[in-house]
């Protein structure tokens, strides 16, 4: 009998704890993060990332990215372009505070990965995808994002460039 019962105990116990190691890790955010955007003029950075992280390459359904950036923390090296960033003719700080962008989504790419999901931007919801590596504990994704799809200063649609080139790299620790 004992023959039977140890034998169908150890299947039992390593079939359970298999499920247990497919489940996805969460992630926090390390502080030496970059969220930098590339519009020709302006370019700069944001700050004030923060959000969660669950994420595991073996449980890519049980992943999930919900993340915001505080709009006020836009820095693109010159005060004055700071204020007119954060002012209502642009990003509009104090009625749109918070970037975000929650993932539906997230699959296997020949180069990595793709996070398909929402990106709340001054109060416009669009669907997009984002292709990322995680290599390192580094998330690192590159989009391009265009303001007028976003409502972003559509007064002056030829100020500027309308399309914006977003880095985002994204170190994690357990």
Do not use: C
Request: aromatic share 10%; proline share 4%.
């Amino acid at each position: 009998m004992k023959k039977i019962i140890y034998p169908l105990a150890a299947f039992i116990i390593m079939s359970a704890s298999a499920f247990t190691f497919l489940q996805s890790q969460d992630w926090k955010i390390a502080d030496n993060y970059s969220v930098k955007f590339d519009g020709g003029d302006p370019s700069g950075e944001f700050s004030g990332l923060k959000g969660s992280i669950k994420f595991n390459e073996a449980d890519l359904p049980g992943s999930k990215f919900d993340v915001t950036i505080d709009v006020a923390s836009i820095n693109t090296g010159n005060g004055m372009k700071n204020t007119h960033a954060k002012s209502d003719k642009w990003l509009d700080a104090t009625k749109y505070p918070a970037i975000k962008f929650t993932s539906s989504s997230i699959t296997k790419a020949d180069a990595g990965y793709e996070a398909k999901g929402m990106l709340d931007l001054h109060g416009v919801q669009k669907e997009i995808t984002v292709p990322f590596t995680f290599i390192g504990n580094v998330f690192s994704g590159n989009i391009e994002v265009n303001r007028l799809d976003y409502n972003v200063n559509t007064a002056e649609p030829a100020h500027g460039s309308a399309k914006f080139k977003v880095s985002i790299v994204v170190p994690v620790t357990k």
